[in-house]
Each structure stands twice: as C-alpha cells, then as structure tokens.
C-alpha cells in the first residue's frame, strides 16, 4: 500500500522559514518525480515546486529563489525548504509522487503565515 505523509507545517511569521517534509512509502521511490502543491481556499491546487528523477528541479515564479526541494532517495523523503515566507504562501501544502500511470497524493499539511 502506498503511503505519502506531509509534515513539518505549522506557524510562521513573515519572513521566517520553514521546513516541509514528505514520506513516501509503498513504491519504488527513486522511479517518481515528486511535487508539492499548494491550496487556498476556494481555488484550485497550485503546482510550487517538482524535483525530478535525475535531481532537477522547477519553480513556480511565486517561490523561486526562496523555496529549496530536494530528495533523499535513500529515506524516501523530499523536503521543501521554505525561505522568507510571505502571506501568500499560507495554505495546506501537499506532496505528489507521480510517474506515468501513477499518481499519489498525501492528506497535506497546513502553513499559515502570521505575526
């Protein structure tokens, strides 16, 4: 059965930083590019950041050059690095393991942005 587990959300005031990681059990990990996606509500979920298999990486313009993802193939694990949050990036954030004919999904983990 295959599991993925968002955690690390939480509080964070404007500019801080935080660290969101995903756990992915059940799959071959290093077969899937992993992506993390962002909801508010009321809109549709938003694509943020997606690591690929070989390690590249893409942005949306929102975060780049203040988000970081990277993956731990040996722990099955792919963490976004959070950097000088602003309001807009409050929402729940969730991990996407995807490969063609595959696509799994985590119950996603809240990040609210605040003072």
């Known amino acids: 059965q295959v599991q993925v587990v968002e955690s690390g959300g939480g509080l964070v005031p404007p500019g801080g930083s935080l660290t969101l990681s995903c756990t992915v059990s059940?799959?071959?990990?290093?077969?899937?590019?992993i992506g993390w996606y962002r909801q508010t509500p009321g809109q549709e979920r938003q694509s943020i950041a997606t690591?690929?298999?070989?390690?590249?990486?893409w942005y949306s313009d929102s975060v780049t050059g203040r988000f970081t993802i990277s993956r731990d193939n040996a722990r099955n694990t792919v963490n976004l690095q959070m950097n000088n949050v602003k309001p807009e990036d409050a929402g729940v954030y969730y991990c996407?393991?995807?490969?063609?004919?595959?696509?799994?999904w985590g119950q996603g983990t809240q990040v609210t942005v605040s003072s």
């Open positions: 996407n393991v995807w490969r063609s004919g595959d696509s799994y």
């Open positions: 059940g799959v071959k990990f290093s077969d899937f590019l």
């Open positions: 690591i690929f298999i070989g390690g590249n990486t």
